[in-house]
């Protein structure tokens, strides 16, 4: 088997150590005589599945007893129906920012279930910057939304911003990329798919007080609250997913938020630099410290080149570049199990077809 | 490897050509040079495998273009939480029929959104029957939901009860274990992880004029409408359950419901007999044609033979026999991936322990 250089968005590229692994489990786990899709949720190998992923997060993420972890079903927009139903009354009001197609599904999904302020928004510049973080926030939110990495427009921020009410951030495709101090946060989110596991769960890390602020009468299911009380196993999880972002968790761990984070900045450094560098293309966030070191967008300065580049790119064994739909160009997705070597084929790719 | 017996309730035993394929698609997928857990959900692998997983379903019910077939994250309780959502005006009505835990549950989640009548139960009988249907129903009543098999209790509706509002089924631990007339269902449901496929999804089917019966303003993750205009790809579905659910779904086909129907009655009439034989056990169904051919339970009539009997099992390694905590004794699972031979040899293991 050949396997291809995948720069996809998400569902991304894994480690082949966690394939492996997780391909063994599908015909049994862990001696048990069972595969990891038969074993029950309600069993001792399963709680330590829970149990190890959970205290992994949480030590990757820097947290103490403060925060509960969950595992939930149904990916990003579970979670941006789900935020509101739990924290926004109807009478009340939430803050959000707009950085991004993500950024916006977001908030328009709270508008739901109550009232929703967009304190800063970018789509002006159709989301080529991040937008100025607001100077005033109002006492009176309920907890400020934002997304901290825009997938489809390459646009991230690093640092976390000042905010004085509970501060919710959707962590999707850059969770563990770099150092954070994610304890800050009432809460974060992030669908597996990218640096997480396999598609089919979600991660929701939760400062506890924030579940005694559930604003209406919620089902089980729709409650955080009875997620944490039933430690996760509300009902029956995805279990195999979770098993496949345990493998992705321990590989994390054994490489380090540190190193991860400086091979995400030499990988992104490498390319934007070859993008600027490149006669042929132009990078579409000029600001540089607004740009992701997840995903790298850039356009042909020449339209011919799109498809041109991307027929290239497939020939040397190169997929997933093309940009987003609503933004064009290309998208090239480096989360943290991409190595430094594919980013540097991609590179030198890009430099032949200039030259040819 | 030697693999277990595996009579779990659910998650729940897969045919072991089933495990093979699934554990070679997370090394690479059909030849792409990618794992399935790469793979993105907007490609052309991706878009066959949900057109040929629908196909499939809709085939295997006997469906024609009046219903709509969507796969779903969250199992069962995003189901209980949906349909009320969708379907149950504020001021509305509902009926339920209470016939066991998880028919329960799913009234409870419906009093979330408007009102609920229990036209039938079986409580005061700790569920060990079914409850009678109801003769008069209400044409008020928005729709009329029940649970086909009741897992926990070993109760089955095998034929589909006369009903004038529009009928919703669970059929989560029943669905394509016998012929049905399903096209009469206004919406029937199932989580994946018994008949289906691995834990982590779930699948929808819904006729199409009841997309347009939303009772409520929903997000689009909620509202089923929103998830047929996407046809299932609203959001990153869980590519790997629904894989894994496809080659399920190839096994269901390649057997035919037919045949799968008729070694599922043959496999529980020979553990029913063998319990009715058996002095040392009883069942906790009487009437016989309560029974369900998916979940057996009994009851050792000598408290002691309880532990002791489960220990005997595991020694012959056979496990998953362990009845649910609210019902105690025994329950022994018979899903469509039970072969017979594992039927005959618990059998005899019985046998064994009664002459001990």
Redo the contacts between chains.
């Keep these: 088997?050949?396997?291809?250089i995948?720069f996809?968005?998400?569902?991304?590229?894994?480690p082949e150590e966690v394939?492996?692994h997780?391909?063994?489990a599908?015909?049994?786990y862990n001696?048990?005589?069972?595969?990891i899709?038969?074993?029950?949720?309600r069993g001792k190998a399963f709680d330590n599945i829970i149990q190890e992923s959970c205290e992994l997060i949480s030590e990757l993420c820097g947290l103490n007893n403060d925060h509960t972890v969950l595992w939930m079903?149904?990916?990003?927009?579970?979670q941006?129906?789900m935020i509101p139903m739990n924290f926004l009354a109807q009478n009340g009001s939430a803050g959000y920012i707009d950085s991004g197609h993500w950024a916006e599904e977001a908030l328009?999904?709270a508008t739901?279930y109550g009232d929703v302020q967009i304190l800063a928004s970018s789509k002006e510049h159709t989301y080529n910057r991040l937008p100025q973080w607001p100077e005033h926030i109002s006492k009176d939110l309920a907890y400020l939304h934002y997304t901290t990495n825009n997938t489809i427009y390459g646009t991230q921020y690093k640092n976390v911003p000042d905010c004085k009410v509970p501060l919710i951030a959707d962590m999707s495709s850059d969770i563990f990329s770099c150092k954070r101090d994610y304890a800050s946060y009432a809460m974060f989110y992030a669908?597996a798919?990218k640096n997480i596991g396999?598609?089919?769960?979600a991660v929701a890390v939760i400062r506890k007080d924030m579940l005694q602020r559930v604003v209406r009468?919620?089902?089980?299911?729709?409650r955080y609250q009875a997620h944490a009380e039933q430690g996760s196993v509300?009902?029956?999880?995805?279990?195999?997913?979770i098993y496949?972002s345990l493998l992705m968790l321990r590989w994390t761990k054994a490489k380090g938020i540190a190193a991860i984070e400086k091979e995400n900045n030499q990988k992104a450094e490498l390319l934007y630099s070859e993008v600027e560098r490149n006669s042929l293309f132009h990078a579409n966030v000029k600001r540089k410290e607004d740009r992701s070191t997840m995903n790298v967008c850039f356009t042909a300065k020449n339209k011919d080149d799109e498809s041109a580049f991307l027929n290239f790119c497939e020939m040397q064994?190169i997929i997933?570049i093309k940009g987003h739909r609503s933004a064009g160009g290309f998208r090239v997705s480096i989360y943290n199990a991409m190595p430094l070597k594919d980013v540097q084929k991609l590179v030198s790719v890009m430099q032949e077809y200039e030259k040819d």
Tied chains: 1, 2.
């Excluded at 001696?31 to 595969?35: A, K, W, Y």
């Design positions: 088997m050949k396997r291809k995948n996809n968005a998400g569902p991304a590229i894994l394939l492996k997780a391909a063994e599908v015909i049994e001696n048990s005589g069972l595969s899709l038969e074993i029950s949720h079903h149904g990916g990003g927009r579970l941006f129906s328009e999904y739901y669908a798919q396999p598609a089919g769960c009468d919620l089902p089980p299911m729709l509300l009902n029956t999880p995805p279990v195999f997913a496949a064994n997933g």
